[in-house]
């Protein structure tokens, strides 16, 4: 069974920096493209950032572009997100969610995670 | 970047009766190469992630019932659900995985009349 497991969130001040993590089982993230997607408490979904399996180039929205970075682990099958210079706009429920396009970062998202709770408040 | 434009924002529908959610994207998400819309659409329910619904703008998911369907090309998308039940209350999403950033519509929360 494909299961994805997100950690790392927390409560943060303001331009403080959190590294997400996304444990996936049942399948290889280094043959998926994965996703963070993060939707603001009571507000709608937001794509953040993808990277595509193999050797494929990361992928970010403008709003978190030279802060967030993406990246993964294929020995420990994790996808990870650094996020630094945080601000109070950032704060949201972070998923992790797999491409279904084999390793193409362009793709439908499924499944996704249950998501981390990242807060950024003085 | 495209931008993805739902309407309506909300709507009411009876159990037993059709409900249709409208998607538009500010450019084409049509790929001429293989002629395949990259188009998706997602359920979220409270408290839950998001599942997928469609991909390929009418491609319905893995285990999704019969009454969800997908429509249209380009610019223009439906969501269709034929019967609603009550399990359908939820928020839905489109979302086009065409070319970064890979934008969601702002949602449309569906409610029993």
């Known amino acids: 069974e494909v299961q994805l497991v997100e950690s790392g969130g927390g409560l943060v001040q303001p331009g403080g920096s959190l590294r997400l993590s996304c444990a996936a089982s049942?399948?290889?993230?280094?043959?998926?493209?994965m996703a963070w997607v993060r939707q603001a408490p009571g507000k709608g979904l937001e794509w953040v950032s993808s990277i595509s399996g193999r050797n494929g180039g990361p992928h970010y929205a403008d709003s978190v572009k030279g802060r967030f970075t993406i990246s993964r682990d294929n020995s420990k099958n994790t996808v990870f997100l650094q996020i630094n210079s945080l601000r109070a706009d950032d704060t949201a429920l972070y998923y992790c969610?797999?491409?279904?396009?084999?390793?193409?970062?362009?793709?439908?998202?499924?499944?996704w995670g249950q998501g981390t709770l990242v807060t950024v408040s003085s | 970047d495209i931008v993805m434009t739902q309407s309506p924002d909300s709507l009411a529908v009876s159990l037993g009766e059709r409900a249709t959610i409208n998607c538009k994207s500010s450019?084409?998400?049509?790929?001429?190469?293989?002629?395949?819309?990259?188009l998706a659409w997602y359920q979220q329910k409270p408290g839950q992630p998001p599942k997928l619904l469609i991909y390929?703008?009418?491609t319905r998911g893995s285990g999704v019932p019969d009454r969800f369907s997908g429509s249209g090309s380009g610019t223009e998308f439906t969501l269709t659900i034929s019967s609603l039940q009550p399990e359908d209350v939820a928020f839905y999403y489109c979302h086009h995985y065409y070319d970064p950033p890979y934008t969601f519509g702002q949602g449309t929360k569906l409610d029993i009349k």
């Open positions: 450019q084409s998400v049509l790929y001429s190469s293989n002629n395949k819309n990259y």
């Open positions: 969610a797999k491409g279904d396009r084999g390793d193409y970062a362009n793709s439908w998202l499924d499944p």
């Open positions: 049942g399948f290889s993230v280094n043959d998926y493209g």
């Open positions: 390929w703008a009418s």
